[in-house]
């Protein structure tokens, strides 16, 4: 009797169990399917090949987001003047002090000329010392205008660099550290030598900061290779343009422009004819020429 009790339900259920039709026509009689175009097209557009050929924002290494840190870092004040100067001037003219009232006293001394000798040798040696390490300015070739617009438009770092440059600096070299940050500067031998800045209006009314360096022992090549990076090192909202200055004397410039509406950070080289083109590594040119 339980077995035929049993059988019973089991035949009422199959007899209600819906079947794929009958949920489809319930489905679309209460609760109705609104096809949308864009769902429709979310295959279309297929986003991921369209990343597919976007490279990659190259990302600061440890190194690089140290040195960029002291790009932005700002400080109480700057020494404008020769240390190294002041300190051996003053401690010569107090050598040459202590000594004349020396003689003229008839070779007897007091306490002020033996403080004297005492602060005026050391001071003399190391205004001396610190002479021999001085840098001096790096020339600056600028306008009114230019002057103007970096005020209004110059990014923070393109004025640290340029406040840097142009004062006395001592030990290292102008723009060492950032250069080396940047692989510029091919190991055991010493980085690009700043020769030279200026500062313009670019074509599009953006602020311009050109720095032209001696650079030996880092080719050309080398500057292509590490354009990627200029952006993000120097940046934000900045484009770096390479132009080849004199291939003689081993001259390169890199300018930093800030980017106006409709502009993108791609690294642009300055060709032979003037004109401008995007800057290709080796590893570009090497994919070009293979399939070529």
């Not at 009422?12 to 794929?20: G, H, I, M, N, R």
């Not at 700057?78 to 006293?105: A, D, K, P, Q, T």
């Not at 190391?126 to 790096?138: I, M």
């Not at 390479?242 to 080289?269: A, S």
Request: contains cysteine; neutral net charge; glycine residues 8%.
């Amino acid at each position: 009797m339980r077995a035929m009790l049993l059988l019973a339900a089991a035949g009422v259920a199959a007899a209600w169990t819906p079947s794929a039709h009958h949920t489809q026509s319930l489905t679309g009689r209460f609760f109705p399917v609104h096809t949308s175009k864009f769902a429709l097209n979310a295959h279309s557009t297929r986003p991921s090949a369209v990343l597919a050929h976007r490279s990659p924002a190259p990302i600061l290494n440890e190194r690089e987001a140290g040195v960029r840190a002291g790009l932005v870092t700002e400080v109480p004040f700057e020494v404008r003047f020769s240390i190294g100067n002041v300190i051996s001037v003053s401690g010569g003219l107090l050598l040459v002090y202590c000594v004349g009232s020396y003689l003229f006293n008839n070779g007897q001394s007091d306490l002020i000329q033996t403080l004297g000798f005492v602060y005026a040798i050391p001071a003399l040696v190391g205004g001396l010392a610190l002479k021999y390490a001085e840098l001096p300015p790096v020339p600056l070739a600028t306008s009114p205008e230019a002057e103007k617009l970096r005020e209004t438009k110059g990014t923070k770092i393109q004025k640290k660099i340029l406040s840097d440059a142009t004062r006395f600096t001592y030990g290292d070299a102008h723009m060492e550290e950032p250069l080396k940050a940047l692989k510029l500067a091919p190991r055991g031998v010493g980085p690009p030598e700043l020769k030279s800045l200026r500062e313009g209006v670019s074509p599009n009314g953006g602020y311009e900061l050109g720095m032209t360096f001696y650079a030996p022992n880092t080719p050309f090549r080398v500057w292509k290779d590490r354009a990627p990076r200029y952006a993000r090192f120097f940046g934000p909202n900045v484009r770096a343009v390479l132009r080849k200055v004199d291939v003689e004397q081993r001259l390169v410039e890199l300018t930093l422009i800030t980017m106006e509406e409709g502009e993108t950070d791609e690294p642009l080289e300055v060709l032979d004819d003037g004109s401008l083109a995007p800057v290709q590594t080796a590893a570009e040119e090497e994919a070009a020429a293979a399939a070529a």
